[in-house]
Structure formats: structure tokens, C-alpha cells
């Protein structure tokens, strides 16, 4: 069983930062990907970034040069996304997601809003 847990969601004013984390635990044998979706009331889910096995990172273009997706290195099993210049539209609820070789899972989701 994988559980994906995230924190770091809140409320803050346009144009200020949050840090949101998200640690995978259980039998995980090999994670091609993880990375983070949002879903605004009303819209459909949509990928914010992800970052590779490889390293390799993706954004929409709407977070580039503003959202920024890391993880722990030593484990791969945790990663980051640190918001900055936050804007009213980036308000949504934020979902971590885990792809291995044969499943995707999702974690539970945590609350973004951004004030104007």
C-alpha cells in the first residue's frame, strides 16, 4: 500500500510564497515520477510539474519561472514545490501524485488559496 502525504497548503496574500512537501511511504518499487496537480472549483485536475527518475523537471506554462519542483535526493521518496509570486488563479486544491511501472496514486490533497 503507498500513501502520499502532503503538507504545506494555507492561505496567503497575491504575490507571497508557500512550500508545499509531499512523502510517499510503503512498498514502492520503482517511482518513474512525481509530481503535482491542482484542480480550481469548477475545472478539471491539471499537472502543475513533475520531476523524473532522472531528474528531469516539467511545468505548465502558466507556474514557469514561478513554481519550482525539487525532491530529497537521498530517497527520492519526498518532494517539493515551492511557490513564489503566488497569483489569485494559482487558488486550488493541490494533489501529489506517484507514478511507479504499474500504478498511479494520488495523495489527499491540500488547500491553496491566494488573496488579492
Known amino acids: 500500500q503507498v500513501q502520499l502525504v502532503e503538507s504545506g497548503g494555507g492561505l496567503v496574500q497575491a504575490g507571497g510564497s508557500l512550500r508545499l512537501s509531499c512523502a510517499a511511504s510503503?512498498?514502492?518499487?520503482?517511482?518513474?515520477?512525481m509530481g503535482w496537480y491542482r484542480q480550481a472549483p469548477g475545472k478539471q485536475r491539471e499537472l502543475v510539474a513533475f520531476?523524473?527518475?532522472?531528474?528531469?523537471?516539467?511545468y505548465a506554462d502558466s507556474v514557469k519561472g514561478r513554481f519550482t519542483i525539487s525532491r530529497d535526493n537521498a530517497n527520492k521518496k519526498t518532494v517539493y514545490l515551492q511557490m513564489n509570486s503566488l497569483k489569485p488563479e494559482d487558488t486550488a486544491v493541490y494533489y501529489c501524485?506517484?507514478?511507479?511501472?504499474?500504478?498511479?496514486?494520488w495523495g489527499q490533497g491540500t488547500q491553496v488559496t491566494v488573496s488579492s
Open positions: 520531476i523524473t527518475d532522472g531528474g528531469t523537471t516539467n
Open positions: 501524485n506517484l507514478k511507479s511501472v504499474t500504478a498511479s496514486y
Open positions: 510503503g512498498s514502492i518499487f520503482w517511482i518513474n515520477a
